[in-house]
């Protein structure tokens, strides 16, 4: 969803832009009392709500084909009047159809009876006998008779065994009136449904235009770009699904129709035409298509060929036209998650009836389009929406506040399938770490929690440690190129780890230094972790430095940059050659920030990033390495520059 910009002469830090959301009690009542009252609106209008969303998704579905017949100079009257009268005789012709082929199946069911009874008298034989069936009726036939038997002798009355006297009733006979009635009767509605809905898309096309600028009025013409935006995105996506869907529901169809008339069930052209129907349903609308002919094929067929047949043709046809065909035409989803496709049947269902079961995706896809560019309306395209409900970072903050590391790591590695294990922590592990530091910052974190915290982003880099660090971007270029012998990796003169990763204030800061530190062994740079207490000023007099040539400090926030000008000025004194840089995780990356904070701190270099962070340490320990090995190659290689 497209949101303001923000205002240009400050630029937010990562730890300012999650704002924590506190909604009052009278705002969810409010909203509560709006969405009972639309739903009441919606279930007690339905014979004037059904009609109109039956014209909106027509007219939705009808657009493409008026914009092509006036871009051929049709007028735009001419042309509404011709796709209307096409889209109704073709419905028209499809009720036709379906009605006559009703009549013919129920002129043809007294020729099944047999059948029928045939395999329910096959049924009973399986069952008769010794069978289980066959013994629990006996013993229930002869409780039965036992019962009857003692109650006489017990002086308890039994029912008489006299036939009640029949009683008939004679209606008068109907008039011609009467008769004209009972016959129009059931078919006045549907008409009239049908007349209603042709009247709305006539007017909905050709008021296309107005009826978008009062739109656009209502919502505000302060933002004329979001809302045009928003109504060019529906209408795009609502026209789309409406038109591909019908082509892919028509083609199924098809294929069933003739595959029921190549095995001999009858009626082969309403059981295409109501496969083609139902499968408009979500998930068990081709379910339901297949129950019908089934029976049939159960009643016409002495056997059971027919029947394990049709059942052979709906379950290969459904999956190749879902997982195949719907998503090389538009894509793996329609924009709605599984669980709210589901749960949108069942309420349309309970609001329109069947007609709410047909237009439930529809309309719950207009929905979700609307809350994508509505402000107000989020909650719908978060609740139905098939995005993923938490960003990369709040999931993964989120797991490690759960204490889920095997969880996050399993999401790490669907996120490395296309980017390197640097952009994996920057984008991802940092600014979720960030969160947790913005929890800290408003005390909404405890120490405990903090370490908790911290255990499990070990846990992930655990994980993470056997990963080959390779950009996916260069797998396929290089996948090509002949294999080159294995180097054998220089050894370096340095006793100890060469890099020191300092944590600057606390155990998040320590998590983030891990970070690095794994990033750099990849590099084959050696690097250890120490946390925020070992360079107090109370305890640095203790600390080892033997071997280290650079030393990073890890910042999740930079603050007033106070800690890490003194932590700097300890480390000097400790030792006077090393080379100190300042990671500021959440800095913005601003030149001006960055000279500041370099100013500040009295570090040699400022980075604000951990791939920032691994190339700066990579020069510095080339530069070390050539001076004191002037005939070696260096240990690493610096990058190229992207």
Known sequence: MTM???????????????????????????????????????????????????????????????????????????????TVLVAFLVIFGVGSLVTSQLARLVENLPQYQTNITDKIHSLQSITAGDGIVARATTILKDLNNEVSRQLPAQGIATPSAQQPMPVEIHQPAASSLQMVEAFIGPLLQPLTTTGIVAIFVFFF???????????????????????????DDAAHRLSRYL??????????????????FVIGVPNPLLWGILAMLLRFVPYIGAVIAAIFPAILALAVDPGWTML?????????????????????????????????????????????GPVGLLLSTPLTLSLVVLGRHVKRLEFLDIVLGDQPPLAPEESFYQRMLANDPDEAAHQAEEFLKEHTLATYYDEVAIRGLALAQLDVNRGATDHLHRVRIKEAVEGVIDDLADHVDVDPDKK???????????????????????????????????????????????????????????????????????????????????????????????????????????????????????????????????????????????????DIIRREMSNEKPIVEAPAAE
């Not at 279930?43 to 059904?50: D, G, I, M, P, S």
């Not at 038109?243 to 003739?258: D, K, P, R, S, Y």
């Not at 459904?318 to 069942?346: C, D, F, H, K, M």
Request: glycine share 8%; with cysteine; proline share 7%.
């Open 476 to 622: 396929e270029s290089d996948s090509n190129k002949p294999p080159t012998p294995p180097e054998t990796a220089p050894v370096t003169t340095w006793p100890l780890p060469p890099v020191l990763c300092v944590a600057g204030r606390g155990s998040l800061d320590e998590a983030a230094a891990a970070m690095l530190a794994q990033l750099l062994d990849k590099r084959l740079i050696g690097a250890r972790v120490i946390g925020s207490e070992a360079v107090s000023a109370a305890t640095i007099f203790r600390l080892d430095l033997t071997g280290v040539q650079i030393i990073c400090l890890s910042y999740l926030e930079p603050g007033g940059f106070t800690n890490a000008r003194y932590l700097v000025r300890r480390l000097r004194r400790k030792l006077p050659s090393v080379r100190i840089i300042v990671g500021l995780w959440t800095l913005t990356t601003d030149g001006a920030k960055e000279r500041e904070a370099l100013r500040e701190t009295g570090a040699d270099r400022v980075v604000t990033s951990l791939r920032e962070g691994v190339d700066q340490v990579v020069s510095i320990t080339n």
């Open 243 to 260: 038109l591909v869907q019908t082509a892919i529901n028509a083609g199924f169809g098809v294929l069933i129709g003739a595959g029921l």
């Open 308 to 352: 394990l047949w049709t059942g052979v043709l709906f379950a290969s046809v459904e999956p190749i036209t879902g997982q195949v065909i719907e998503p090389l035409l538009y894509g793996r989803t329609t924009g709605l998650s599984a669980v709210a496709v589901v749960v949108a049947a069942v309420f349309w269902t309970w609001i329109w």
């Open 4 to 82: 303001p910009t923000p205002e240009p002469s400050r630029e937010r830090s990562p730890l300012e832009t999650y704002p924590i959301a506190t909604p009052t009690s009278d705002a969810g009542a409010g909203t509560f009392l709006i969405a009972v009252t639309c739903v009441g609106a919606l279930y007690l209008a339905r014979e004037v709500f059904v009609p109109l969303a039956l014209a909106v998704l027509l007219s939705f579905a009808l657009a493409p084909l008026v914009d092509f017949l006036r871009r051929y100079h049709l007028g735009r009257v001419p042309s509404v009047v011709a």
């Open 205 to 231: 096309l050709l008021q296309r235009e107005d009826l978008r600028d009062r739109f656009i009025r209502l919502a505000g013409v302060r933002d004329l770009q979001r809302t045009t935006h928003a109504l």
